[in-house]
T-cell receptor, first 113, second 117 residues
Framework: DAKTTQPTSMDCAEGRAANLPCNHS???????VYWYRQIHSQGPQYIIH???NNETNEMASLIITEDRKSSTLILPHATLRDTAVYYC??????????????FGQGTILTVHP | NAGVTQTPKFQVLKTGQSMTLQCAQD?????MYWYRQDPGMGLRLIYY???????DKGEVPNGYNVSRLNKREFSLRLESAAPSQTSVYFC????????????????FGPGTRLTVL
């Protein structure tokens, strides 16, 4: 699986957009980019995923560069409840992967009032 | 739907004791997983079950056994607990057994906090 690199921590003001970057320069053609987050003392929560097109859902937007070597998760209007550790994961969609996700250190996002 | 439920929420064991962590999902998912998370670290996969009747080892299976009792339930057993197994244990499930990008959309339970003295 492609390795991902994320900043250790980031801050954001409440109501502003939070832009979380992720580098995955060794990503291969059949690997998707997944984002999860983990709020303190809770289980991880799936946010969004994409292959090469930009994606948007009710939680966030995912922007993937044209060369697919990096991506950005955007929380358009961050709230205090978005304070969490955000994980960027690159993984094959299926085959023998059987959904075995590899969670790295992630980015600690702190949203300030 | 309750989603993924785990019992117990907290547990303290003495070294050498055994116990079983229970996990159930009501989303009719094919695949289920057990992870552990140690302080300041990401999650590591212990065992997974791609579909009912099958189980396989993940990244850190030593010291654990699993049972996929039926489609809903996936239990994790510690036969002889050790202090190194002090951790938070998360169970997860996903909707597909193989293939498809949603394969990696996993839904997690609230976790079991285990301390082994």
């Amino acid at each position: 699986d492609a390795k991902t690199t994320q900043p250790t921590s980031m801050d954001c003001a409440e109501g502003r957009a939070a832009n979380l970057p992720c580098n995955h320069s060794t990503i291969s053609g059949n690997e998707y980019v997944y984002w999860y987050r983990q709020i303190h003392s809770q289980g991880p929560q799936y946010i969004i995923h994409g292959l090469k097109n930009n994606e948007t859902n009710e939680m966030a937007s995912l922007i993937i560069t044209e060369d697919r070597k990096s991506s950005t998760l955007i929380l358009p209007h961050a709230t205090l409840r978005d304070t969490a550790v955000y994980y960027c994961i690159v993984r094959n969609a299926g085959g023998t992967s059987y959904g075995k996700l590899t969670f790295g250190q992630g980015t600690i996002l702190t949203v300030h009032p | 739907n309750a989603g993924v439920t785990q019992t117990p929420k907290f547990q303290v064991l003495k070294t050498g004791q055994s116990m079983t962590l229970q996990c159930a999902q009501d989303m009719n998912h094919n695949s289920m997983y057990w992870y552990r998370q140690d302080p300041g670290m990401g999650l590591r996969l212990i065992y997974y079950s791609a579909s009912e009747g099958t189980t396989d080892k993940g990244e850190v299976p030593n010291g654990y056994n699993v049972s996929r009792l039926n489609k809903r339930e996936f239990s994790l057993r510690l036969e002889s607990a050790a202090p190194s197994q002090t951790s938070v244990y998360f169970c997860a499930s996903s909707p597909r057994g193989s293939g498809g990008s949603s394969y990696n959309e996993q839904f997690f339970g609230p976790g079991t906090r285990l301390t082994v003295l």
